[in-house]
């Protein structure tokens, strides 16, 4: 299912670009669109981890790079993994005081987990374990190439409208072009409309399902998730709204911003987890 959406996703902006391409260029503009449609189905495929990796400001975590947080998430992290049959994923710390954790990646072989500093401060060793054991459960549902995929393309549709904004207030010499706000205004919702409609609400339930599982308790992670709700609060994580859907828990957004939200409610994923859901 999360296959054929990546497809369907990637065709989808392919199909915009080429309108794009159409409408402003012609036949010329169509090629080029053409050509940039394939470079962005490949980049997107083969490239998205890193550059969603790249765009957090993860840094690699190993037995010889941080190995102090090795120390403390790699054994428990190889746990799990042999308990979901999975292949051990590469792991990352976020330079964040703001507790977050997402994964990432195109299929288990090519997969990575990335948490934040703050998350390992405030969290003890059960609650970065449940944490991990929700990422890992993206990896098992094979969730994270469409996640990744559409984090790129999302990137690539606002980096089209500030392109645009860009270079329409600089040949007009104003601060503001009102075409380049209005191609902003217009991307920008459909950037957010392509991730909701490849990234489902359920996905999240199905992540904390598993984590409960694997761990042998839903506490875990219920206080984690308490924990993330407060803190994220006192410290607002920066993050790009394109990224927001990929993280465990949804960085302070606003304006349009708030159109990428993908997340249940606090409440409602903590009411899943001791089998309360209506």
């Given at each position: 299912?999360?296959?054929?959406?990546?497809?369907?996703?990637?065709?989808?902006?392919?199909?915009?670009?080429?309108?794009?391409?159409?409408?402003?260029?012609?036949?010329?503009?169509?090629?080029?669109?053409?050509?940039?449609?394939?470079?962005?189905?490949?980049?997107?495929?083969?490239?998205?981890?890193?550059?969603?990796?790249?765009?957090?400001?993860?840094?690699?975590?190993?037995?010889?790079?941080?190995?102090?947080?090795?120390?403390?998430?790699?054994?428990?992290?190889?746990?799990?993994?042999?308990?979901?049959?999975?292949?051990?994923?590469?792991?990352?710390?976020?330079?964040?005081?703001?507790?977050?954790?997402?994964?990432?990646?195109?299929?288990?072989?090519?997969?990575?987990?990335?948490?934040?500093?703050?998350?390992?401060?405030?969290?003890?060793?059960?609650?970065?374990?449940?944490?991990?054991?929700?990422?890992l459960g993206h990896i098992l549902h094979r969730d994270i190439l469409i996640s990744s995929v559409a984090a790129t393309l999302g990137a690539a549709i606002t980096?089209?409208?500030?392109?645009?904004?860009?270079?329409?207030?600089?040949?007009?010499?104003?601060?503001?072009?009102?075409?380049?706000?209005?191609?902003?205004?217009?991307?920008?919702?459909?950037?957010?409309?392509?991730?909701?409609?490849?990234?489902?609400?359920?996905?999240?339930?199905?992540?904390?399902?598993?984590?409960?599982?694997?761990?042998?308790?839903?506490?875990?992670?219920?206080?984690?998730?308490?924990?993330?709700?407060?803190?994220?609060?006192?410290?607002?994580?920066?993050?790009?709204?394109?990224?927001?859907?990929?993280?465990?828990?949804?960085?302070?957004?606003?304006?349009?911003?708030?159109?990428?939200?993908?997340?249940?409610?606090?409440?409602?994923?903590?009411?899943?987890?001791?089998?309360?859901?209506?």
């Amino acid at each position: 299912m999360n296959g054929m959406k990546t497809v369907l996703l990637l065709g989808g902006m392919s199909g915009v670009l080429l309108f794009i391409g159409q409408a402003f260029g012609g036949r010329s503009g169509l090629l080029m669109a053409l050509g940039g449609a394939v470079l962005m189905n490949f980049f997107s495929y083969f490239f998205s981890e890193k550059m969603a990796l790249s765009m957090s400001g993860a840094q690699r975590v190993s037995e010889t790079e941080h190995p102090y947080i090795w120390n403390r998430i790699g054994p428990m992290t190889a746990r799990l993994t042999e308990k979901m049959g999975l292949p051990m994923p590469r792991l990352w710390v976020l330079p964040e005081e703001s507790p977050n954790a997402f994964a990432t990646g195109r299929n288990p072989s090519h997969s990575s987990v990335a948490v934040s500093a703050g998350l390992l401060e405030i969290m003890n060793d059960q609650e970065v374990e449940a944490v991990i054991a929700h990422e890992l459960g993206h990896i098992l549902h094979r969730d994270i190439l469409i996640s990744s995929v559409a984090a790129t393309l999302g990137a690539a549709i606002t980096g089209l409208a500030r392109f645009g904004m860009f270079f329409g207030s600089r040949d007009r010499d104003e601060d503001d072009s009102p075409a380049a706000n209005l191609l902003m205004m217009f991307l920008a919702p459909v950037a957010a409309l392509l991730i909701q409609m490849a990234v489902s609400r359920t996905r999240e339930y199905s992540a904390d399902a598993a984590a409960a599982k694997y761990t042998g308790s839903p506490l875990g992670l219920v206080n984690g998730l308490r924990k993330l709700d407060t803190w994220s609060q006192r410290i607002p994580m920066e993050a790009s709204p394109t990224m927001s859907h990929m993280y465990i828990f949804p960085p302070a957004m606003g304006g349009l911003a708030r159109l990428f939200s993908t997340h249940p409610t606090t409440e409602q994923r903590i009411a899943a987890l001791l089998g309360q859901r209506q």
